[in-house]
Antibody, heavy 122, light 109 residues
Framework: EIQLVESGGGLVKPGGSLRLSCIAS????????MTWVRQAPGKGLEWVSF????????YYAASVKGRFTISRDNAKNSLFLQMNSLRAEDTGVYYC???????????????WGQGTLVTVSS | SYVLTQPPSVSVAPGQTARVTCGGI??????VHWYQQKPGQTPVLVVN???DRPSGIPERFSGSNSANTATLTISRVEAGDEADYYC????????????FGAGTRVTVL
């Protein structure tokens, strides 16, 4: 497992932008695919986006496609989520998470960060 | 997109068995994973690939998958098992492959 720490959350107005970061330590970050999962206040988990270890494959939830961009910098053990055109319904805690090292299908997530809170409100 | 259906709540007495279901069309063809989330805490993986248990997870937690329903079973339930439980699959045939169920609140009476 790797250790994950998110940052970059905060209060932003509707239509605004925010960039989340996730720093990894422990086992080789470059061998792990990564994902973002969010949780609105009092609601369940919602998968947001996914990127493979070498950034060859990227996926988004329908609710964020075209507005959010996932990226990574393996040299800096970092994962990012650029969030544009933010809406009230994007409010929630955003977790970065990773599947086991060298997992290539049927992904599950055994390492989670503590989350960073994003609040979209005027 | 693939849909996973969970009951909103399950109640169980201490020492009894709790079963949390996760319904999906032909879910038996997918690998189902389960997470436990206690209030104010980060999700924790408790079962992966239908029935595998990560290290550190008590043997009281087990999983199964058949036909259109996957099940997380918690045996000899303890007060500390009270939490929200989520099932999850990776739908590789979809452009939006990550799927979580809506979650089930397990209450220990």
């Amino acid at each position: 497992e790797i250790q994950l720490v998110e940052s970059g959350g905060g209060l932003v107005k509707p239509g605004g932008s925010l960039r989340l970061s996730c720093i990894a330590s422990g086992h080789a970050f470059s061998s792990h695919s990564m994902t973002w999962v969010r949780q609105a206040p009092g609601k369940g988990l919602e998968w947001v986006s996914f990127i493979t270890s070498g950034s060859s494959y990227i996926y988004y939830a329908a609710s964020v496609k075209g507005r959010f961009t996932i990226s990574r910098d393996n040299a800096k053990n970092s994962l990012f989520l650029q969030m544009n055109s933010l809406r009230a319904e994007d409010t929630g805690v955003y977790y970065c998470a990773s599947p086991p090292r060298l997992r290539y299908a049927d992904y599950y997530f055994d390492s989670w960060g503590q989350g960073t809170l994003v609040t979209v409100s005027s | 997109s693939y849909v996973l259906t969970q009951p909103p709540s399950v109640s169980v007495a201490p020492g009894q068995t709790a079963r949390v279901t996760c319904g999906g069309i032909n879910i038996v063809t997918k690998s189902v994973h389960w997470y436990q989330q206690k209030p104010g805490q980060t999700p924790v993986l408790v079962v992966n690939d239908d029935s595998d248990r990560p290290s550190g997870i008590p043997e009281r937690f087990s999983g199964s998958n058949s036909a259109n329903t996957a099940t997380l079973t918690i045996s000899r339930v303890e007060a500390g098992d009270e939490a929200d439980y989520y099932c999850q699959v990776w739908d590789s045939n979809s452009d939006h492959p990550g799927v979580f169920g809506a979650g089930t609140r397990v209450t220990v009476l």
